[in-house]
């Protein structure tokens, strides 16, 4: 085990290197795109690279501390020298694991912002209230992950919060940790409106979409129609009088995107064009996860985005992701935005299976 793992980082850590010489060339850094290639595989591989050493260390320790307990004599050094050994072998297999997942083909799409788009599903007015209420929980979750969140497009239910709201999410590996998120989220709670007291269930349903990169999706002009019209919401003296508010149509594919946010057209069309690239980008990307989660038995990340993933029980104040069987009795805190322990569960499961697979 030792030795192949080993044999394992030493390729790694001379690969490593050699990105390392390859970024700082002049012909590496004017080619943008191959640059960028090599600049996110580099930091891909830091972790890795000095987990290892840290392996390297503990190995070299182990032995070192068996060598010496062949040959000391003095039994209180020997008592000593084998709490250290004992200590340093229990942490040897987890780092091991660790290094094992960390060994694991991440999905290129992992470093990427998102977008995200929740809607309301079954439910009426309360399907809108829950919409709104899941946005507001991946806002203060992105705050608290020190991510940058932008609106994109706005439909207000018509008692509060949305019928559906599109936003982007930019930060370090934002897809990675919400792509989780995607699928149908149901709420059971009784409802504002509800004279008898009964419980209704509601749902709202969220998909997180890698966000595009420009070199990853070529648009034509030719292939998009841009039609322009009147915001309308909030946003002061421009709403209603000003044609700032952008539709795109990318007529090859059908997709359409809207951008209202701003007061600027110039602002609105650059953030149709990402959502628009984004869209076009993820009819193959939803391939090759139909392929991934055709292979895999719990796919617990993504694959069906209209699967039921989480129930939201309010007068049980609990929350259940049914992807892991995990139920937590602190909904309150969830909805203000404390869901890294349901994540970091999810991530957990799916490093089990990848593992299993490449086992296998």
Not at 163 to 191: A, C, D, M
Not at 235 to 249: E, F, H, K, P
Request: aromatic letters at 6%; glycine letters at 6%; charged letters at 30%.
């Amino acid at each position: 085990m030792a030795n192949s793992l080993l044999n394992k980082l030493e390729h790694i850590r001379l690969r490593f290197e050699e990105i390392g010489t390859q970024i700082t060339d002049p012909e590496v850094i004017s080619d943008t795109k191959r640059y960028i290639k090599l600049n996110k595989e580099y930091k891909d591989l830091e972790d890795l690279v000095g987990v290892s050493k840290e392996y390297k260390n503990l190995l070299e320790n182990i032995s070192n501390t068996r060598h010496m307990l062949k040959d000391e004599k003095d039994e209180e050094m020997r008592e000593m020298a084998k709490a250290e050994l004992d200590e340093m072998e229990d942490k040897l297999p987890e780092l091991e694991e660790e290094i094992k997942v960390l060994l694991l083909p991440s999905d290129p799409e992992d470093n990427k912002n998102a977008v995200v788009e929740i809607r309301a599903g079954t439910g009426g007015d309360e399907a809108s209230i829950f919409a709104g209420e899941l946005f507001r929980m991946y806002v203060k979750y992105c705050e608290n992950k020190n991510w940058k969140v932008e609106v994109t497009n706005t439909s207000e239910g018509s008692s509060g919060g949305y019928k559906e709201i599109v936003f982007n999410v930019t930060g370090n590996g934002v897809y990675g940790i919400l792509k989780y998120e995607s699928g149908v989220h149901r709420v059971q709670r009784v409802p504002q409106t509800e004279t008898q007291g009964r419980v209704h269930t509601s749902a709202a349903s969220v998909a997180v979409l890698p966000e595009a990169e420009e070199f990853d999706v070529v648009l034509r002009n030719e292939d998009i129609r841009k039609d322009t019209y009147c915001s309308s919401g909030p946003g002061g003296q421009s709403v209603n009088t000003t044609y700032s508010a952008i539709r795109l149509t990318h007529i090859p594919t059908g997709i359409v995107v809207t951008c209202q946010d701003q007061k600027s057209q110039l602002k609105n069309l650059d953030k149709a064009m990402i959502e628009l690239r984004t869209r076009i980008y993820n009819l193959e990307y939803q391939k090759h996860l139909d392929n991934i989660s055709s292979k895999r038995k719990t796919m617990v990340s993504t694959g069906d985005r209209s699967a039921k993933i989480r129930t939201y029980n309010f007068p049980q104040g609990r929350v259940t992701d049914h992807r892991v069987n995990l139920t937590l009795y602190n909904l309150p805190a969830i909805m203000d935005g404390d869901i890294e322990p349901i994540i970091n569960k999810l991530q957990m499961e799916e490093n089990a299976e990848r593992l299993k697979a490449a086992e296998a």
